[in-house]
Nanobody
């Protein structure tokens, strides 16, 4: 399984970005997909997850601003980020977790700055 993240970039405070995570292989539809982030000098932290059936879970910092979704036919997970704040600046990683283990994508830099 390989995960490829797209969509990072520089955005002004209050702006929006959508991250995509495309997966290879055949286990995507049986997996839990997640987005994590790591800011400089901090530990990697959970942002949101979505189950194979579409049940979502968000960190408090993401609730009401971020939306995680998935398209099983396209083997892609998304993270729509609205009302971005400077403190959202981090490298965002997608994660695929299934019964036999987990995989990480390579990370996408998101910078929120004026």
């Amino acid at each position: 399984v390989q995960l490829q993240a797209f969509g990072g970039g520089l955005v002004q405070p209050g702006g929006s970005l959508r991250l995509s995570c495309a997966a290879s292989g055949s286990i995507f539809s049986d997996s839990v997909m997640g987005w994590y982030r790591q800011a400089p000098g901090k530990q990697r932290e959970l942002v949101a997850t979505i189950s194979r059936g579409g049940i979502t879970n968000y960190d408090e910092s993401a609730k009401g601003r971020f939306t995680i979704s998935r398209d099983n036919a396209q083997k892609t997970a998304y993270l729509q980020m609205n009302s971005l704040k400077p403190e959202d600046t981090a490298v965002y990683y997608c994660n695929l977790r299934y019964s036999l283990g987990a995989y990480w994508g390579q990370g996408a830099q998101v910078t929120v700055s004026s």
